[in-house]
């Protein structure tokens, strides 16, 4: 049985029940919700299974391209879709015990969200791209917004402005896309670009829909939204948007680049703008994680610095940044997620996002501050943690480009690394907060993606051969063959 539909149908069936379910209690409504990203997980590892041998189709209805809707999974959204899935299911669980009111209304907007980024990393339409980025985005607004205070109101609102923005470039590129090669389904599409002179407003389409993914993944200079939303959102909120919600624009400019228009002259002079917003996305971000006291802001700001190293990667263009572009999304992803929810215990504890108010907190809460102290020097690339892998890498990568991209990586580093001690000095020896509270799922939760962290460094080698450059080796030819079954 083709395991897509179940991949994407099962959080929004269970979206769209989880309302009736909490008529009859919080408790089964909370449980009834991670049941529902468990089996997700589940269908996803299906889809990654199932994808080995070449890109995995299903079209909804019967109805082929370009009328019906087409679903397309390759290695690398296979692979990406395993772990989101997986660690959304994680970060549902630590939500049991974090969210203590407006349960039945947070996970609802919490498996629309799962059913928006799943679709978004397997549909092989771009109307249905543009269909589950909205879904995401919607999710994604209302989530950042769930605190209901004036600070969390402003910043959603900001995001959904600014988001609005980009959805609208996106659909006009995507009508340019539709006049001139009358179809959007991305392997017609690739086998017709490929194939023929037509190719007047490719110039025109990618720089509306890069433009749009810039803004979807916070580079430079479409970042600003980015450090007020994720930071007034709920911690599990914050750990989802920061590690998994941004990659979506990573991933949309991939599949754009590199399965659509690969290899054409359009895609390497909108290379050269992607490395120089990333090199400036990744010091902008390293400085500004050195003069805020907010740690969630600064966390925040660790990212847009990561998703300019991706920039950087996508913008090289080779198979060796492609790879480990996509090795660093996966590790990103876990490490990230790790930091913002080992961080969101100390906040919760010490009710303040100022790291003066949280001094000391880490000593109290050891198992906490081990998997702060894990994700944070994982993220500034210290080994054998996952993110030093993929680092290695990119550096790799950068390095045969240019030397002076991999010096891009190195000093920037450096500079988070300096962010990193001075939040985990100031939690662990600093004069104040001695509270210690237990909150054992929550903790229980980031000790095993600590541990996990641990362990995908150790792997990390035979992660990249095993999975990312296959992943990248598949080829635009590859996705057009299975797309139209040739």
């Known amino acids: 049985m083709n395991p897509i539909p179940l991949a994407v149908l099962t959080p929004i069936a269970f979206a769209?029940?989880?309302?009736?379910?909490?008529?009859?209690?919080?408790?089964v409504a909370k449980a009834y919700a991670v049941l529902g990203t468990f089996l997700t997980m589940l269908f996803t590892f299906e889809v990654f299974k199932s994808s080995e041998g070449g890109p995995l189709t299903y079209t909804f209805g019967g109805w082929r391209a370009p009328i019906g809707i087409v679903y397309e999974v390759d290695t690398m959204s296979a692979f990406l879709g395993l772990v989101t899935s997986t660690l959304l299911f994680l970060i549902a669980i630590y939500s049991l015990e974090y969210i203590k009111s407006g349960e039945v209304w947070y996970f609802t907007l919490y498996l629309g969200?799962?059913?928006?980024?799943?679709?978004?990393?397997?549909?092989?339409?771009?109307?249905?791209?543009?269909?589950?980025?909205?879904?995401?985005?919607?999710?994604?607004?209302?989530?950042?917004?769930?605190?209901?205070?004036?600070?969390?109101?402003?910043?959603?609102?900001?995001?959904?402005?600014?988001?609005?923005?980009g959805t609208t470039l996106y659909f006009i590129a995507m009508g340019l896309l539709y006049r001139t090669y009358g179809t959007l389904n991305m392997a017609q599409l690739a086998e017709i670009v490929h194939s023929s002179d037509v190719v007047n407003a490719s110039?025109?389409?990618?720089?509306?829909?890069?433009?749009?993914?810039?803004?979807?993944?916070?580079?430079?200079?479409?970042?600003?939204?980015?450090?007020?939303?994720?930071?007034?959102?709920?911690?599990?909120?914050?750990?989802?948007?920061?590690?998994?919600?941004?990659?979506?624009?990573?991933?949309?400019?991939?599949r754009l680049y590199f399965t659509?228009?690969?290899?054409?002259?359009?895609?390497?002079?909108?290379?050269?703008?992607?490395?120089?917003?990333?090199?400036?996305?990744?010091?902008?971000?390293?400085?500004?994680?050195?003069?805020?006291s907010d740690i969630k802001r600064i966390i925040a700001y660790s990212t847009i610095m990561h998703m300019g190293y991706l920039s950087m990667a996508l913008g090289i263009g080779s198979s060796?940044?492609?790879?480990?572009?996509?090795?660093?999304?996966?590790?990103?992803?876990?490490?990230?997620?790790?930091?913002?929810?080992?961080?969101?215990?100390?906040?919760?504890?010490?009710?303040?996002?100022?790291?003066?108010?949280?001094a000391?907190?880490?000593?109290?809460?050891?198992?906490?501050?081990?998997?702060?102290?894990?994700?944070?020097?994982?993220?500034?690339?210290?080994?054998?943690?996952?993110?030093?892998?993929?680092?290695?890498?990119?550096?790799?990568?950068?390095?045969?480009?240019?030397?002076?991209?991999?010096?891009?990586?190195?000093v920037t580093s450096i500079m988070s690394l300096v962010a990193y001690v001075k939040m985990m000095r100031v939690l662990w020896l600093g004069c104040g907060k001695k509270e210690s509270v237990g909150m054992p799922v929550m903790t229980g939760v980031v000790v095993a993606i600590s541990i996990a962290v641990i362990v995908l460094g150790l792997v990390g080698p035979w992660i990249f051969k095993g999975i990312a450059l296959p992943a990248v080796a598949q080829g635009w030819e590859s996705y057009v063959a299975g797309g139209l079954g040739g």
Do not use: C
């Open 113 to 165: 969200l799962e059913a928006g980024l799943i679709g978004v990393l397997y549909t092989g339409d771009l109307f249905n791209l543009f269909v589950m980025l909205e879904v995401t985005s919607v999710a994604a607004y209302a989530l950042v917004m769930f605190n209901r205070d004036p600070q969390s109101l402003r910043a959603g609102l900001k995001y959904a402005f600014i988001g609005a923005i």
């Open 360 to 410: 000391g907190i880490g000593r109290t809460n050891p198992l906490a501050m081990f998997s702060f102290a894990v994700a944070a020097l994982s993220l500034a690339g210290i080994p054998p943690l996952n993110v030093f892998s993929s680092k290695v890498m990119l550096f790799t990568a950068f390095l045969d480009w240019n030397p002076a991209l991999a010096g891009v990586l190195v």
């Open 260 to 292: 659509l228009y690969s290899g054409l002259p359009e895609v390497k002079s909108l290379g050269t703008l992607l490395i120089i917003l990333g090199a400036i996305s990744a010091f902008l971000g390293a400085i500004m994680m050195n003069v805020h």
């Open 203 to 254: 110039l025109a389409i990618l720089l509306l829909a890069t433009w749009a993914f810039l803004i979807k993944a916070a580079i430079f200079p479409n970042h600003f939204w980015l450090p007020d939303a994720h930071p007034a959102a709920p911690s599990p909120i914050s750990a989802v948007l920061s590690g998994l919600v941004v990659n979506v624009g990573i991933y949309s400019i991939a």
């Open 320 to 358: 060796l940044a492609l790879a480990s572009a996509v090795f660093h999304t996966f590790n990103h992803a876990i490490a990230k997620s790790l930091l913002f929810l080992s961080a969101g215990i100390m906040i919760q504890i010490g009710g303040s996002r100022d790291l003066r108010d949280l």
């Open 16 to 27: 769209f029940t989880l309302p009736l379910i909490g008529k009859l209690s919080k408790s």
